[in-house]
C-alpha cells in the first residue's frame, strides 16, 4: 500500500502546473519525504474553478469527529489507503467519493519490494519528474480540519513487480495517479456517479522511473525529510532492475 510520499517541487512548478495564486501557495513547504504515520500535512487541490489548494492529514476521519481522536481512530480504522473496488460500498467512503474528491500532490512515492523476506524501498517517480495528481477522497472535520485517504487500484504489471506483496485481498496495488487529462473531472464536485466509477478505472499514461533507496525511509524512529533520501541505493542481492 503506499503510505510513502514525496513533494520537492518549489512553489513555482506547482502555480504553473494548477493556475494558483501566490497567495494561495503561503505557507507550502516542499518535502522529501513524508509518511502516512506522521502527524504531519501533506497538500491537497480540491474542487476547481478556481482550483483550491488545501494543508491536509493524511488518514481521512469522520466529518463527525475533532481532529484529537485522528491517532485512536487510525488504531482502529487504518484509513491512509482506501480500496477503489470498495468505495461505494463503505458507510464512511461513499458520501466523500460522491461529493468530496481530491488529488493528493505528489512528485514521488514509496513502496517496499519483498526479496527473501526482507523489504527494500524503491522511489518511484515519473520520468519527466512532473508533479503526480493521486486520486483521493476527504472529510472535514468537526473542528475544521482536512483528513484524507489515497485511493489504490489494482496493480499493473509493472508496479506489480516492484510492490510484489500482496494485500490481505490477495491483490497487488497501487495509488490511482490520474491522467492530466482527467484531474478537472474528478475535482468536479457534480459528476454523476457512473463517470466517477469510470474514472477508478483510469490510469495515468506518463512512464516512471524507480530505483531502490535507503532502508531508513521505512523506519519511524529516524527523520527522513532531508535531500539525500531520494539517493539511490545498490543492494547486491538484487538482480532484478524495474
Known amino acids: 500500500m503506499c503510505y510513502h510520499i514525496s513533494l520537492t517541487k518549489k512553489d513555482e512548478s506547482i502555480k504553473k502546473r ?13 518535502f522529501y519525504h513524508r ?54 460500498d463503505s458507510p464512511l467512503y461513499k458520501e466523500p467519493l ?25 522511489y518511484i517517480k515519473y520520468e519527466d519528474e512532473s508533479i503526480m495528481g493521486i486520486a483521493a477522497i476527504y472529510s472535514k472535520t468537526y473542528d ?25 485481498y490477495n491483490e497487488y496495488r497501487m495509488p490511482l495517479i490520474l491522467d492530466e487529462g482527467v484531474e478537472n473531472k474528478w475535482l468536479n464536485s457534480s459528476l454523476p456517479i457512473q463517470d466517477v466509477n469510470s474514472l477508478l478505472s483510469s490510469f495515468t499514461n506518463k ?7 535507503s532502508k531508513d525511509v521505512m523506519n519511524s524512529h529516524i527523520e527522513t525529510d532531508y535531500r539525500d533520501i531520494l539517493k539511490k541505493v545498490e543492494y547486491q542481492e538484487l538482480n532484478t532492475l524495474f
Open 18 to 30: 494548477f493556475n494558483l495564486s501566490p497567495n494561495q501557495l503561503k505557507g507550502y513547504r516542499p
Open 98 to 122: 460522491e461529493q468530496n474528491r481530491c488529488i493528493i500532490l505528489a512528485d514521488g512515492f514509496f513502496e517496499p519490494h519483498s526479496f527473501n523476506s526482507k523489504n527494500y524501498p524503491y
Open 144 to 168: 475544521g480540519i482536512y483528513t484524507v485517504s489515497l485511493i489504490t487500484t489494482t496493480a499493473n504489471s509493472y508496479f506489480e513487480e516492484i510492490h510484489n506483496k500482496k494485500n490481505k
Open 35 to 88: 509518511s502516512g504515520f506522521e502527524n504531519k500535512s501533506i497538500y491537497i487541490i480540491k474542487d476547481m474553478e478556481p482550483y483550491n489548494f488545501l494543508k491536509a492529514s493524511w488518514g481521512m476521519l469522520p466529518k463527525t469527529y475533532n481532529f484529537s481522536q485522528r491517532k485512536d481512530f487510525l488504531k482502529r480504522t487504518n484509513t491512509l489507503n482506501a480500496r477503489a473496488e470498495g468505495l461505494l
Open 207 to 213: 512512464k516512471f522511473q524507480s530505483y531502490t533507496v
